[in-house]
């Protein structure tokens, strides 16, 4: 049957046998199924904080299993437990509370939760945990035997109600599919209580209609992460409930004249701070009830649009196989045979991880909430969301201007709208759901924004843009900003994280003059040239290390560059944050000693132990994602590996950027060595993999590091192919002897975006031994 298909596909696309061979590699890898070599699984172990749920490319849903109920606070302190559940899941737990809608992934503070639905049979409890009398709440027990998650779909057995759950999604709408029990006791909790990062007062106000007999919308409001974050909802079942209610755990001051009705019982409104509804059903042996819950960030009327639209039916497997078909088209655009299957694993869950966000937030009609709370049109665009820029420039949107440029075209102008909408008048610097949370430091859209542009990927206006990204740059209250004009670097005695604050920000200058001269503005481009100098006030000459500086322009003399807490750095160390300077490495190799002793400072990080009190006072660090005092388990060191390619010492990235992948990446549900972080680790994989990284996003040059695959095919938009494939290639040959471009050797150690864009073929030959 896949070969008819196969010769079926060649037909229909009149590609001949004597066509051309990319062209039919294509069609092809359209009959592949990509999704097979993806495990939604790996990174749900301690710190990848991923989850495991139903979700499409990039879509607004993700309608995924909570294993726990975290608080964000007990006894009035901070609850580290709450941290491990960024994603609502770790593999670890054998307890399901139910499946929300919404979701980040990898992200190492965390929000949403929104929406959580469980199915129980038997008496109506309406606590998740423990109910107020100390008995068992509505959780159940469940195995990993009986789960399965694959992309669109996820699987588990609800074992105490003897609940079989299946779960898939459309952009827009979560589907669920619950096959019950013979029960006239069957129930589908609609847990509005419950969030990611829950706090008391967490939830501003939850409001329900009970439209019909199987139809319920409504919305709520919440403060967290994001500050005044709505989310609407219209729910519809494929069987009428016999009957419903809720429960108020919030403390009634006043209820107006609403106090004339029972409203817990069967009374079709249901408003309140802390809510949890419930509906009621009997059931027979192996029914099945369904469930299509859309998500608006408009109103419950564009979540009745979103749904109507994209699932006008009951039919399960066709939304599931629909919602497939789309990731094989987007997993497809890479394919890869690698050493061993497991690395294939590896390397599509990688890809997949790269894809689940940012996500659309708009409605089917174009509209969408915008950060000034107003309801916007996109025009000429598509509007996402969830931009965790301080670690996705680095890697995850230079790789979609390789693989997604029309996507990341739409990322850049939902920027542009969020600058235009911001009373800051500032592009997002960590931004989820119409809120900018203020998360990190540095203002990195400018860096979005200039790879774009140096790389010909979009049609969003460049003057604009650039405007933009100067205003953005001059908003004097920004975390350390205003100081930074003025001093020319952050001072340490009045900004946190003052040494990082200096390197980022001096970066995302020079990728604003990289915007400014694409557009000819030479004065601007002057201007942020000069700011991007800034790094060197922070350099200590002493020490030879960037080091805090203080306001009278000395430096801070209780500095210690192995401590990860309080040395004027962010998550990582002075030897790791202070060999930022993406933008001008060259001076920055000559400022601490030349090539050969920096060099060598390269080998002492991958080499020398970084002692446990270095790292205890950080939920951020540990252990699994460190080799000797490198960290890669965080962003800022991402690009490290590849700096000895600066020294003349090509042979030893090679290695590291190999050994690196081996060890902090793998295909088990611990295969993510930290925090996917909204796709970075993920990206910084997949680049890694096919043997080059973009070191200075803004920049059109990708530093040459070791491929792990055998051979890779992109399926580029333009429709180029570009064939990569490492001859020779084994798991001892980690060392490039020789790279040819098309036929050509190249006697460099980069390569160009349009090298890759143009198509083609790169040819890596491979050796155990480093090049002569």
């Keep these: ?132 009398d100390g008995t068992k709440g509505f959780y159940s027990t469940f195995s990993h035997n009986d789960e399965k998650a694959k992309p669109g779909y996820y699987k588990v057995d609800i074992e105490d109600y003897n609940i079989k759950a299946e779960l898939t999604a459309s952009d827009r709408v979560g589907f669920h599919q619950y096959t019950f029990p013979e029960s006239t006791e069957s129930h589908i909790l609609l847990d509005l209580v419950y ?44 069987k009428a409930f016999k009957s419903y209610g809720h429960k108020k755990y919030d403390k009634l001051t006043y209820d107006g004249f609403y106090r004339r009705f029972n409203q817990k019982e069967n009374f079709p409104e249901m408003a ?164 900018e ?5 540095g203002y990195h859209a400018t860096s979005v924004i200039s790879d774009a542009i140096v790389k010909g990927v979009g049609d969003f206006d460049k003057k604009k ?16 900003l205003g100081d930074y004009i003025d001093y020319k670097y952050v001072p340490d005695d009045k900004s946190h994280s003052s040494v990082s604050k200096t390197l980022e920000l001096a970066y995302d200058d020079w990728t604003i003059a990289q915007i400014a001269e694409s557009v000819g503005d030479s004065e601007t481009a002057e201007t942020f040239l000069e700011r991007s100098e800034y790094y060197n006030n922070v350099f200590n000459t002493e020490n030879g290390y960037m080091s805090p500086r203080l306001s009278n322009g000395s430096f801070r003399k209780n500095f210690d560059p192995l401590d990860t807490h309080g040395q004027g750095f962010i998550e990582v160390n002075a030897w790791n944050y202070g060999l930022y300077v993406p933008h001008q490495l060259d001076k920055m190799v000559k400022m601490m000693g030349g090539k050969e002793t920096f060099s060598h400072f390269l080998d002492n990080l991958f080499t020398q132990e970084l002692e446990n009190k270095y790292i205890e006072k950080h939920e951020d660090i540990t252990r699994d994602g460190i080799i000797g005092n490198y960290v890669h388990g965080n962003e800022p060191g991402h690009h490290i590996p590849y700096l000895y390619n600066w020294t003349g010492d090509e042979y030893k990235t090679q290695a590291r950027v190999r050994m690196i992948m081996d060890t902090m990446y793998g295909a088990g549900v611990d295969g993510l060595c930290g925090n996917d972080d909204a796709g970075q680790m993920s990206a910084w994989y997949i680049f890694s993999s096919l043997g ?60 160009l975006h349009d090298e890759i864009m143009n198509g083609g073929e790169f040819v890596f030959k491979m050796s155990n031994q480093p090049k002569n």
């Design 1 to 132: 049957m896949r070969n008819n298909i196969f010769y079926i596909l060649i037909t229909i696309l009149g590609i001949s046998c004597n066509s051309n061979p990319a062209n039919l590699k294509q069609v092809e890898n359209r009959s592949k199924d990509y999704t097979e070599f993806v495990n939604p699984m790996i990174g749900t172990s301690k710190m990848g904080h991923v989850f495991p749920g139903a979700t499409a490319p990039f879509g607004m849903v993700q309608l995924s299993p909570q294993t726990n109920f975290e608080v964000m606070f007990k006894d009035d302190k901070y609850n580290s437990k709450t941290y491990e559940y960024c994603a609502g899941y770790q593999y670890r737990d054998s307890t399901i509370i139910g499946f929300a809608h919404t979701n980040f992934s990898g992200t190492g503070h965390s929000d949403l939760g929104d929406s959580l639905v469980m199915p129980t049979v038997g008496d109506l409890i309406l606590d998740p945990i423990k109910t107020a």
């Design 195 to 238: 969030n990611v990062y829950h706090h008391d007062n967490k939830n501003v106000w939850t409001f329900l209609r009970v439209e019909n007999d199987s139809t319920v919308t409504g919305y709520r409001q919440t403060k967290g992460w994001a500050r005044t974050k709505k989310v609407f909802f219209a729910m519809k079942f494929s």
């Design 272 to 435: 309140g701070k802390d809510i949890r509804a419930y509906f009621n059903f009997d059931t027979e042996e192996g029914e099945k009830i369904k469930i299509k819950f859309a998500l608006s960030g408009v109103s419950s009327a564009g979540a009745m649009k979103n749904l109507k639209a994209e699932i006008p039916h009951w039919d399960f497997n066709k939304t599931k196989e629909e919602t497939q078909q789309k990731w094989n088209a987007e997993l497809s655009k890479i394919d890869v045979e690698t050493i061993e299957e497991s690395q294939k694993e590896t390397f599509y869950t990688a890809l997949y991880h790269t894809m689940l966000s940012p996500v659309l937030y708009e409605d089917v009609d174009g509209k969408y909430r915008g950060l000034d709370q107003n309801i916007h049109t996109s025009e000429g665009f598509v509007n996402y969301t969830i931009f965790s820029l301080w670690d996705t420039y680095r890697a995850l949107h230079p790789l979609f201007n390789v693989i997604q440029q029309e996507r990341n075209n739409n990322m850049i102008k939902s920027m542009l709208a969020h600058q235009k909408e911001s009373v800051h008048n500032m592009l997002p610097i960590w931004s989820h759901y119409a809120n």
């Design 437 to 441: 949370n203020w998360c990190m430091i």
């Design 465 to 480: 843009a650039l405007k933009a990204s100067v205003t953005t740059a001059n908003v004097r209250y920004f975390d350390g």
């Design 692 to 751: 080059f990284y973009p070191v200075t996003p803004g920049s059109n040059r990708y530093a040459l590091g070791s491929p792990l695959v055998k051979k890779a095919t992109l399926n580029l938009e333009n429709g180029n192919t570009l064939m990569i494939s490492a001859e020779n290639q084994s798991k001892e040959n980690v060392y490039v002897k020789s790279l040819s471009i098309n036929g050509k050797v190249i006697d460099r150690n980069y390569i």
